[in-house]
């Protein structure tokens, strides 16, 4: 059993808006990804979802508002709510998710993973 | 709905091994703690734990080996998984863990919380 060391793991991929599996436990993902330009709008039926930001800034819009997120920020998207993230420059954020998340939530287009790398 | 940032939170508060609840996601809580000293050895018989160190170091000391813990990484205890927490100096932690883990475990003494706030 090791720690898991979030530099070590963000040197290990380079490719933007394809989480990779760092952890695992209570049924739920621990997930890193590279973030930079506009994904698309979408929502998780059944499942909430945390983004923090570990490096760089991100935005989560919202229908209504826009939340801003720096290093060491979080913000929790709760299931149903239409989100948005968009990195105006590549920044780095740690997910928490349950294992049944699609990253493109209700929709599937050329950005959806069906199946995620494990680093 | 609001982004939390990790230092504002961890300044709201300055007692040890009193973890606070920042987040609420999927069945789980997301917690804050100041972490000095030994903490006392206990597993959870149902719930896995992720401890990531937000500031200082920790060590997750297991019956066969110690995990040691800096900024910027985390360890995920497995249920069942007997260990012990100690910081040498006063360390900041971020725990991911379902609603239903008791600080202590499967053990009961004065260091047990059975009620934690939210900040």
Redesign the interface.
């Known amino acids: ?7 070590e793991k963000f040197s290990l991929f380079n490719e933007c808006w394809k989480p990779k599996i760092v ?4 049924g ?1 993902y ?1 997930k890193l990804a590279k973030l930079k330009g506009e994904f698309v709008w979408h929502h998780h039926e059944n ?4 983004f923090m930001v ?1 490096k760089g800034q991100l935005i989560i819009k ?1 229908k209504d ?1 826009d ?3 720096n290093e ?5 998207i ?1 299931r149903g709510v239409e989100h948005l993230p968009v990195a105006e420059k590549e920044c780095h954020v740690m997910l ?3 294992k049944s998340v699609r990253n493109t939530g209700n929709t599937q287009n050329e950005k959806t993973i069906e199946t995620l790398e494990k680093i």
Chains 1, 2 share one sequence.
């Open positions: 059993m090791n720690a898991v060391d979030l530099k952890g695992e436990l209570n739920q621990v499942e909430d979802e945390l570990i919202l508002q939340i801003k997120l060491g920020q979080f913000f929790i709760p928490f998710e349950p």
